[in-house]
């Protein structure tokens, strides 16, 4: 007796032509076997084809299989929460409005997987789908001024060769937190005055939707010294162009103030696209006695969208002393304030407010004493101020009354560190400083250093380590906010243990280079995400599969996912020398470039695409189950593309010109040798 094939459902099979026509579990099995590409490709086979493929349950599953830490998945993944409303309020300002945008706007699944398919094909090919340009205004002109500050004296140096060790910093900056790029541009926007009369320069660049908005920002009789964008908030340093003191017979010195501005996004109920605003915050003097314009005094600074740090290093111009000058000062920059120094540079107007000082007495000298005073500080305290005087810190001034206070104190030092303490702590850096950024987090100040064997130059080190050290100290700096403990808030001064987390590149006996690092071909630094069946849209909505699961913390020695670190990632593919990367810890993606005197590399790292295993997966492991989820590290190395006139594109040179790349998972923003901004569009 001969039976006809039937299908799970008990339906006939035997008269089916194709796969469209197959139950629908069995139609789902077959085409988790197949590349998003090709699922793609499949809808210009027939009517028929194209209808199953562009269904939108199918479309949604095949995202959720093939790329289930995409942005657009995130986003629907916090909607489908089962307490959206709760998730979405822990959420960043930006992120929260971007989500309520894409609540708003119906979404097309079909037209979604097609997207994001096209996006990782490039990404996994290592190839830009569109390569576009950005025009910088021109630096030291009658308009705009960029006076970067000036890199460490170091280079790395083997034999006759030589390659770059330090970069300057790039007058413009992407932050990936909120999705917009900050750049110098060339023209204003269409309807707005020329940037002669307003002299707002400075554009925010939504790069979804090509859209940009002034900065209020006049760069007019400015030196721009740094920008940087992070967590919504945009901060400019800059001195005026005029200087107003003579430090010695060849030096003038030049006040330097910080700008900040919020950076907000809103949803729009008319456009499916946000729109953004730019809003003055608060400003503050950067140092009391002002900076000179030269390569020898330098300051590293980093802010969170409430606090900003900053280090000077200053040669020490005295006939009796050697070391440099070092102090550290951290900012609350939360409060808003009218209130511009810049503009009264008597301090005539400032508003005065009452608190207490940021260190008991006798710290800011070097003494040990508990007392405490409170004093009136004027909102843009600053390092110096009290360094210079320290007897009057020592004297407690009167309480003001409350006539005399102000409800908006506008941002104040809740720290200063001066040499004495950063020597206890292990961060004073000397003649030969190993200092390479400053990062901040909720609590912590993080010292990032570094220091190779090859480095030469003015400031590298007398005694280089081994190979290569890298090391990151935290020190706790900002107070807790419990209301209920009356030690903590305003004024107190925490102290704690230091966080210390080096590695010297002293690898195993495997002969890898570093401990921490392993090739990124061999190990997938993501632990598996959980899945389900392919028959679970039987059993509830296929939006209820995209709620995100209970998981363990994540941990990974990428830069971006663990901060707090010490930046392995510059030594991992030693001798070459990791220059900068682009992390989407989310996404788990990573543009990385290397190089190593004369070669120049530039990768893309992409986390594993969940894939149904088969026989034969992996050398020396026979047999896998076909239930066994494998995942793997797409590493691949950006070529020599073509241009519009068919001419050869190096990458390197059209990213790395400023020694630093930045983006997400959908674009890479750098700068090329003509002083244009690269965006490559995956």
Avoid at 3 to 9: E, I, K, L, T
Avoid at 44 to 67: G, M
Avoid at 500 to 522: E, H, T, Y
Wanted: hydrophobic share 35%.
């Amino acid at each position: 007796m001969k039976c006809s094939p039937q299908s799970a459902s008990g339906s006939d099979t035997s008269n089916m032509r194709d796969i469209t026509e197959l139950p629908h579990d069995l139609f789902l099995i077959v085409i988790s076997h197949l590349s998003p590409r090709t699922c793609v490709r499949c809808r210009s086979v027939s009517r028929r084809w194209h209808h199953a493929f562009t269904d939108e349950a199918n479309c949604l599953l095949l995202l959720r299989w093939n790329f289930p830490r995409c942005r657009e998945m995130r986003l629907a993944a916090l909607l489908s929460s089962p307490a959206p409303q709760k998730s979405a309020d822990n959420l960043p300002p930006n992120l929260k409005a971007e989500l309520v945008q894409f609540a708003q706007v119906r979404r097309v699944w079909s037209s979604t997987f097609a997207h994001v398919a096209r996006r990782y094909h490039h990404l996994n090919r290592a190839t830009a789908r569109v390569v576009e340009k950005l025009d910088m205004a021109p630096s030291q002109n009658n308009l705009f001024s960029f006076w970067g500050v000036a890199p460490w004296n170091r280079y790395l140096r083997l034999h006759e060769k030589t390659a770059s060790f330090h970069y300057p910093d790039p007058s413009w900056w992407y932050s990936q937190e909120d999705g917009v790029l900050v750049y110098p541009a060339t023209r204003p926007e269409r309807d707005s005055p020329p940037l002669e009369t307003t002299g707002h320069i400075y554009h925010i660049v939504d790069l979804s939707t090509k859209r940009e908005f002034p900065v209020p920002f006049d760069v007019r009789q400015k030196h721009i010294r740094r920008v940087r964008l992070a967590q919504g908030v945009l901060v400019f340093e800059w001195a005026e162009v005029l200087p107003y003191h003579q430090l010695n017979d060849r030096e003038v010195v030049h006040r330097h103030y910080v700008s900040i501005f919020d950076v907000l996004r809103h949803p729009s109920i008319t456009t499916t696209h946000c729109t953004w605003s730019i809003t003055f915050r608060s400003e503050f003097k950067l140092h009391f006695l002002g900076l000179p314009l030269n390569r020898s005094d330098r300051f590293f600074s980093a802010h969170t969208a409430t606090h900003y740090a900053v280090y000077f290093w200053q040669p020490n111009r005295s006939l009796y002393q050697d070391d440099p000058i070092e102090q550290l000062a951290v900012w609350d920059i939360s409060s808003p304030s009218p209130y511009r120094p810049s503009e009264d540079p008597k301090g005539r107007k400032r508003p005065s407010v009452e608190r207490t000082p940021s260190l008991p007495t006798g710290l800011w000298s070097g003494k040990s004493s508990s007392s405490t005073a409170t004093t009136r500080s004027p909102p843009q305290a600053d390092v110096s101020n009290d360094a210079a005087s320290s007897s009057d810190m020592e004297q407690p001034r009167r309480r003001l009354s409350a006539s005399q206070t102000t409800t908006a104190p506008g941002p104040f030092v809740i720290r200063r560190i001066a040499w004495p303490q950063l020597d206890f702590y292990g961060l004073r850096q000397r003649a030969t400083p190993q200092l390479r950024s400053l990062s901040l987090d909720g609590k912590n100040l993080y010292f990032i250093e570094e220091e190779h064997r090859w480095a030469d130059g003015q400031h590298s080190s007398l005694s280089p380590p081994r190979v290569h050290l890298v090391r990151s100290t935290g020190i706790p700096i900002i107070p807790f906010d419990d209301q209920d403990d009356s030690s903590q808030g305003q004024g107190h001064v925490v102290q704690g243990p230091v966080f210390l987390d080096s590695c010297g590149a002293d690898g195993d006996v495997n002969m890898n280079f570093c401990r921490r690092v392993a090739p990124a071909s061999s190990v997938s630094l993501w632990p598996p995400p959980s899945i389900g069946g392919l028959n679970a849209a039987r059993g509830r909505g296929l939006i209820e599969q995209l709620r995100p699961r209970e998981k363990k913390e994540e941990t990974s020695e990428w830069s971006g996912i663990a901060k707090h670190l010490a930046p392995c990632w510059r030594h991992e593919d030693f001798p070459y020398l990791t220059v900068s990367e682009m992390v989407d810890g989310e996404a788990g993606v990573r543009v990385s470039a290397r190089h190593c005197f004369m070669l120049e590399t530039l990768s893309v790292h992409v986390r594993p695409r969940l894939t149904v295993g088969g026989e034969g997966l992996e050398e020396g492991k026979g047999k896998v189950d076909r239930e066994e989820i494998v995942r793997r590290t797409s590493v691949k190395e950006f070529g020599v593309t073509r241009g519009d006139k068919g001419e050869e594109v190096n990458m390197w040179g059209e990213l790395l010109a400023k020694g630093h790349i930045s983006g997400d998972e959908r674009w890479v923003v750098g700068e090329d040798e003509q002083g244009l901004i690269t965006v490559l569009r995956f």
